[in-house]
């Protein structure tokens, strides 16, 4: 079969529909009703001839062929987004569009370079430019990056993705915090490894392995693992964990009293926030300019 332009907006529908893992999750995303979806999904059933996924009460699954489908859509629309880049590449630095991905909370740091990075590079004659900004955890960040959807990405990366390439730009300080009132507080800070060893912690996931190592207590079962900052923050203001903050993000509660950064000298660690693309990217006019802007506003 020949895939024509209504056959291209079914198989984007499907793709959003797998990766938000069902038509209720995909509303949001794709802002089209539930019916609308479903009836775009047998559209394309009946183009293709075969069975896409089982939807209904049962939930939502994607069938063998539905598998492959979607597997193949993937590589069509990176190849697709591959092309749009090339293309506005050519186009000069003044045109096209920017997406960037960054990891949560950190415009409250001093050091970061975003905001005065895209202070700059909006003025003209690159105010043409599209900007998108999402924030999302490093590996959905690492995903999107090789699947095109993103140019850029800024996080703290600590398994880099050997096709991708990395560019280092600050770093953040974070420290071991407890709520005022736990009760690790009051002990001395020469006797509080087996307050430490019996309390529950809470860590970003992909900073497990570096925050384990530094409070060295070994394999741990008491952990609640999360992505974000907010989270890690509700949990340890509870009163019922210990968990490592960015010094900038705390200090507000720091301030007022409410979080207490615990040995600073020994449990404490920089994190490297660095800013990720696709090889295939480095080389657009728009993606060197925008990395020119961040690499100037941290040396100033």
């Not at 409250?108 to 005065?116: A, F, G, K, M, Y």
Request: overall charge negative.
């Amino acid at each position: 079969m020949k895939l024509a332009g209504a056959d291209l907006n079914s198989l984007q529908i499907f793709f959003a529909v797998v990766e938000a893992n069902g038509i209720a999750n995909a509303q949001g995303p794709l802002n089209k009703d539930a019916s609308t979806i479903s009836r775009a999904l047998s559209q394309l059933e009946s183009r293709l001839g075969v069975r896409l996924c089982e939807r209904g009460r049962q939930g939502f699954r994607l069938t063998p062929e539905g598998e492959t489908v979607h597997q193949q859509a993937l590589r069509l629309f990176t190849s697709l987004r591959g092309f749009e880049q090339t293309v506005e590449g050519l186009r000069g630095v003044a045109s096209g569009q920017l997406r960037l991905g960054i990891i949560d909370n950190i415009i409250t740091d001093p050091n970061c370079p975003l905001v005065p990075a895209l202070r700059a590079f909006q003025s003209p004659p690159r105010d043409e430019v599209r900007l998108g900004l999402e924030v999302l955890a490093p590996e959905e960040m690492e995903r999107q990056l090789l699947e095109k959807r993103l140019d850029l990405a800024i996080s703290v990366f600590e398994s880099r993705h050997d096709q991708l390439h990395y560019q280092p730009l600050y770093q953040e300080t974070d420290n071991l915090y407890a709520a005022a009132d736990h009760p690790i507080v009051g002990v001395p800070a020469g006797r509080r490894r087996d307050v430490l060893a019996k309390s529950r912690l809470v860590s970003r996931r992909f900073l497990h392995d570096q925050e384990m190592a530094l409070l060295n207590l070994g394999e741990r079962e008491r952990i609640t693992f999360t992505a974000n900052l907010e989270a890690i923050a509700v949990l340890i203001l509870s009163g019922g964990h210990l968990g490592f903050l960015p010094d900038h993000y705390a200090a507000p509660w720091v301030a007022r009293g409410e979080l207490v950064a615990l040995d600073t000298e020994r449990l404490r660690h920089a994190s490297d926030l660095q800013v990720a693309m696709h090889p295939d990217s480095a080389s657009r006019p728009v993606i060197q300019a925008f990395v020119e802007a961040l690499l100037a506003a941290v040396r100033t």
